[in-house]
């Protein structure tokens, strides 16, 4: 007689936690489900494929549509509201908990309503970002290689960038310090433009012409190591317009990428360095040479230094002030916080299975590699005099 009455007890136990809030049970429920069926489908790549084009990719044009008609970010306003409700939430929960009574109680409550909205947050992610992993990739839809590259081509490719930005670092304004000095407004002005050449080229890249937004609060986005950010859900573009301006162009396409439905880090970059140069306009094409120079820089660093140095020692002084402005301004940002939410978003991207392998440099580098090398084989046969 003692073990029914255990499960009956068991049972009402249940039956009263759920009744506790049924709203936010159903939702946790259902969230889990989402996040359930979406990790079951990773490896259905046509399944993935077939959500992109007809649930992700209209929802997010819907959503920047709208969002396109306020003048701000509605993003960093969701955010801001949210961060404010948790606070104020948890800190009244915490005084009731030790004030009032039913402490199992309130306490059951918190526990199941921070579930709640982490998981209904995630799931969401999921659904409209997570899919674009599982999908085909840009260089997929573009037909680009993006195979492994020779350290022949990676060089070359290397130092017609370094060409580049030294002739595109004299055509663009720089202030009483020599560091080159965008107009950030007119930057987003025109930003709407900016991917009108690529997506004749690349249908796969076609979107609704919408601008980028500036960040209100860009010096909170700095300390956690940010240039901008995608808002899957508001399917906005956002830039950090704090830092100095010699890679803003930059970052407001390669944002923008994101919102065409690139979702990888590195192609966004290659597709920031495309479009900016393709578009022809000399600020967006000088961020564009420093963007695709610092990623091929790198990779070159590590696989040949002694040419490298070669290399960037053919850096013209602008092009060395804009990098050394850059560092001086990150430096300043280099905080255990920076480090842990650095590794905190590297996890991240590695749970939706973003790494590269050993033969490669990265995808940036590789699509750049690629796509630029006929560009570079020439200049290098005839290489441009500049003054």
Same mark, same amino acid.
Request: aromatic share 12%; proline share 4%.
């Given at each position: 007689?003692?073990?029914?009455?255990?499960?009956?007890?068991?049972?009402?136990?249940?039956?009263? /936690?759920?009744?506790?809030?049924?709203?936010?049970?159903?939702?946790? =429920?259902?969230?889990?489900?989402?996040?359930?069926?979406?990790?079951?489908?990773?490896?259905?790549?046509?399944?993935?494929?077939?959500?992109?084009?007809?649930?992700?990719?209209?929802?997010?044009?819907?959503?920047?549509?709208?969002?396109?008609?306020?003048?701000?970010?509605?993003?960093?306003?969701?955010? #801001?509201?949210?961060?404010?409700?948790?606070?104020?939430?948890?800190?009244?929960?915490?005084? /009731?908990?030790?004030?009032?009574?039913?402490?199992? $109680? $309130?306490?059951?409550?918190?526990?199941?309503?921070?579930?709640?909205? #982490?998981?209904?947050?995630?799931?969401? /992610?999921?659904?409209?970002? #997570?899919?674009?992993?599982?999908?085909?990739?840009?260089?997929?839809?573009?037909?680009?290689?993006?195979?492994?590259?020779?350290? &022949?081509?990676?060089?070359?490719?290397?130092?017609?960038?370094?060409?580049?930005?030294?002739?595109?670092?004299?055509?663009?304004?720089?202030?009483?310090?020599?560091?080159?000095?965008?107009?950030?407004?007119?930057?987003?002005?025109?930003?709407?433009?900016?991917?009108?050449?690529?997506?004749?080229?690349?249908?796969?890249?076609?979107?609704?012409?919408?601008?980028?937004?500036?960040?209100?609060?860009?010096?909170?986005?700095?300390?956690?190591?940010?240039?901008?950010?995608?808002?899957?859900?508001?399917?906005?573009?956002?830039?950090?317009?704090?830092?100095?301006?010699?890679?803003?162009?930059?970052?407001?396409?390669?944002?923008?990428?994101?919102?065409?439905?690139?979702?990888?880090?590195?192609?966004?970059?290659?597709?920031? =360095?495309?479009?900016?140069? &393709?578009? #022809?306009?000399?600020?967006?094409?000088?961020?564009?040479?420093?963007?695709?120079?610092?990623?091929?820089?790198?990779?070159?660093?590590?696989?040949?230094?002694?040419?490298?140095?070669?290399?960037?020692?053919?850096?013209?002084?602008?092009?060395?002030?804009?990098?050394?402005?850059?560092?001086?301004?990150?430096?300043?940002?280099?905080?255990?916080?920076?480090?842990?939410?650095?590794?905190?978003?590297?996890? /991240?991207?590695?749970?939706?299975?973003?790494?590269?392998?050993?033969?490669?440099?990265?995808?940036?580098?590789?699509?750049? =590699?690629?796509?630029?090398?006929?560009?570079?084989?020439?200049?290098?046969?005839?290489?441009?005099?500049?003054?």
């Amino acid at each position: 007689m003692k073990r029914p009455t255990e499960k009956g007890e068991n049972v009402k136990k249940t039956v009263e /936690f759920l009744k506790l809030a049924p709203r936010r049970v159903i939702m946790t =429920v259902l969230s889990a489900a989402v996040i359930i069926a979406h990790l079951l489908t990773r490896s259905d790549h046509e399944l993935n494929v077939l959500l992109t084009e007809r649930l992700v990719r209209p929802a997010h044009r819907f959503l920047s549509v709208t969002a396109s008609h306020v003048p701000f970010s509605v993003a960093e306003v969701l955010v #801001g509201l949210f961060v404010l409700w948790m606070v104020v939430y948890l800190i009244s929960q915490i005084v /009731f908990l030790i004030r009032e009574g039913q402490r199992i $109680r $309130r306490l059951l409550l918190l526990m199941l309503t921070v579930l709640c909205v #982490g998981l209904t947050i995630y799931a969401a /992610f999921c659904v409209l970002w #997570g899919i674009y992993y599982y999908g085909d990739d840009f260089a997929t839809q573009s037909g680009l290689d993006a195979g492994p590259v020779e350290i &022949e081509e990676l060089r070359a490719v290397t130092i017609y960038f370094a060409s580049l930005a030294n002739e595109y670092a004299k055509l663009v304004p720089r202030d009483e310090n020599g560091v080159c000095s965008f107009d950030r407004d007119a930057i987003l002005a025109r930003s709407d433009e900016v991917y009108r050449a690529v997506e004749e080229m690349y249908p796969c890249l076609q979107a609704p012409d919408i601008r980028a937004k500036g960040v209100h609060f860009s010096r909170i986005v700095s300390y956690i190591d940010f240039t901008g950010f995608f808002f899957p859900f508001t399917a906005e573009a956002n830039v950090n317009t704090d830092f100095p301006t010699s890679l803003f162009p930059s970052t407001v396409a390669h944002e923008l990428a994101h919102q065409r439905g690139v979702a990888k880090e590195q192609e966004a970059n290659f597709c920031a =360095v495309l479009s900016s140069l &393709e578009y #022809g306009d000399p600020e967006y094409c000088y961020s564009a040479c420093l963007l695709a120079y610092t990623h091929l820089g790198n990779a070159l660093y590590q696989a040949d230094r002694t040419t490298w140095s070669g290399i960037y020692s053919s850096l013209s002084e602008e092009v060395l002030t804009d990098f050394a402005a850059n560092r001086e301004y990150w430096k300043q940002f280099d905080t255990p916080v920076r480090k842990a939410y650095n590794t905190v978003y590297e996890n /991240f991207l590695y749970s939706f299975d973003q790494s590269y392998g050993l033969r490669s440099y990265g995808k940036c580098v590789d699509l750049l =590699v690629h796509y630029y090398i006929d560009d570079a084989r020439e200049l290098l046969a005839n290489p441009r005099i500049t003054d």
